[in-house]
């Protein structure tokens, strides 16, 4: 019977070219955009290389520090003190690193030796459990160790693209140097390079953040614990979000006390699920819905616009079809029968349109992935020239997006043809077999 009626469809398709090609197109349309809206999205949330701990990753970007009268208050990263005494190593975390906010990762430059001009790259100021938080994969050698972090060495690691610009190859490159601020930096690993997109663990250069001058002090001498890192923990087995904010907002409390004539710290809810950063959350006082909100009316209009248009276009080909309905009702065949018809035939139209609009979604998000990923963006900026911001495959070809594009598909298909066809076969006999007349 599916095959009968896929049959009739494929001739009426070809009979009718015009309604088909618009029908096709509209549907292809909607799909791709909703496609590109989930793709995006996907980008920000799904576990994909190198962040496979997102579902368990929880930021603590940083600190409210208030005086005692009130009248002074600073909100600011944290200062090498307060990792050292109380924020880096919470038992509630499996991993947790901390990440340098310095000048110098937006201001250094790399002085190639083949002097083709000096060039700004990527920069991570960080240490070496980032590599547990964010685990890259290790073409040659290691991540630097706890040792050269302590020592102010200047050893780096470097991805596989840089390492093509900077010396032509991706082997041998371990102990070689380069000068970055003209200084010299001595290769100890090369990491398979991630996508730009992935903008928590993407760099091209990862250095001991010990090597910037000042780390170690406090943004302002009033607040020690104030300075410039930020913090990202893995969570424990079985622990959650909310045990390492109770956790965290213990041993404030606890400083709280012991220093109530110096300062008041506030972790403002924090921390918060990277999930939620990604969704535009600056502190722990985010609203779920409110984030999602957008994302749900952005998906409902999408669906319901190019349904309503196709539903229109369905209506008016019904009409044109009711003596056939008629001729078909009189020979015994009833409204479900004749319903279920007309549902497979515009299924292989929307399915037809579905193949269109994944194929132009994949080819925008391809062409334009230097400015589709910052549409949902408060703040979008330029992408640096010279990195790597591919779509990852196993992002866009993920079993998800097939899966939803396939039920958008099928939604779209129930909410275009379902009403009009059903009203259009509720009417009698008699009057569908004088619609000819």
């Known amino acids: 019977m599916l095959k009968l009626y896929f049959k009739q469809a494929w001739t009426l398709l070809r ?3 015009l309604f088909s090609v618009l029908y096709i197109v509209g549907t292809g349309l909607a799909i791709a955009m909703t496609t590109i809206v989930a793709v995006i999205y996907y980008v920000k949330l799904a576990p994909v290389y190198p962040e496979p701990y997102r579902n368990n990753t929880v930021v603590l970007p940083s600190l409210k520090c208030l005086s005692p009268d009130g009248k002074q208050q600073w909100t600011h990263a944290f200062s090498l003190r307060a990792l050292e005494e109380w924020a880096k190593n919470p038992k509630h975390a499996r991993f947790s690193t901390a990440t340098c906010l310095s000048e110098m990762s937006e201001t250094c430059y790399i002085q190639p030796a083949d002097r083709s001009g000096d060039f700004h790259p990527v920069t991570k100021l960080t240490d070496p459990d980032f590599f547990r938080v964010y685990p890259l994969r290790f073409i040659e050698g290691h991540p630097f160790t706890e040792a050269d972090l302590q020592g102010g060495l200047h050893k780096a690691v470097i991805t596989d693209d840089l390492s093509r610009r900077l010396y032509g190859t991706v082997e041998g490159v371990v102990g070689r140097t380069f000068s970055l601020d003209y200084e010299q930096y001595t290769v100890c690993g090369m990491v398979r390079s991630g996508s730009y997109l992935m903008t928590a663990s993407y760099a091209q250069v990862y250095l001991p953040y010990s090597v910037v001058p ?17 913090l990202t923990y893995v969570l424990a087995d079985g622990s959650t979000t909310d045990d390492l904010r109770a956790e965290l907002d213990d041993v404030t409390n606890r400083l709280n006390q012991e220093h109530k004539a110096e300062f008041k710290l506030d972790l403002q809810g924090m921390p918060i699920p990277a999930w939620a950063v990604a969704l535009g959350a600056y502190n722990g006082n985010y609203n779920t819905w409110q984030m999602l909100r957008f994302f749900l009316l952005l998906m409902m209009v999408l669906l319901l616009v190019p349904a ?3 539903s229109g276009m369905i209506s008016s080909r019904m009409e044109s079809r009711l003596a056939e309905m008629g001729v078909r009702k009189s020979f015994g ?6 319903l279920g018809q ?4 515009n299924l292989l139209l929307t399915l037809l349109g579905g193949v269109l609009g994944l194929v132009t979604a994949w080819a925008v998000v391809y062409a334009g992935r230097s400015w589709v990923f910052s549409l949902m963006e408060d703040y979008g900026g330029a992408v640096p020239v010279g990195v790597n911001n591919y779509v990852p495959g196993e992002v866009v070809f993920a079993p998800a997006v097939f899966l939803s594009a396939l039920l958008l598909c099928v939604l779209l298909n129930l909410l275009s043809a379902l009403v009009p066809a059903w009203m259009s076969l509720r009417k009698p006999i008699v009057q569908s077999l004088y619609e000819r007349r």
Not at 333 to 338: D, I, M, P, S, T
Not at 342 to 345: D, L, R, S, Y
């Open 308 to 310: 309503l248009n196709l």
């Open 15 to 17: 009979q009718n070219p």
């Open 333 to 338: 065949a009833g409204r479900w029968q004749l």
């Open 214 to 230: 000042g780390y170690d002090r406090p943004a302002t001498p009033v607040f020690p614990y104030l300075g410039s890192f930020s």
């Open 342 to 345: 007309v549902m497979w035939e």
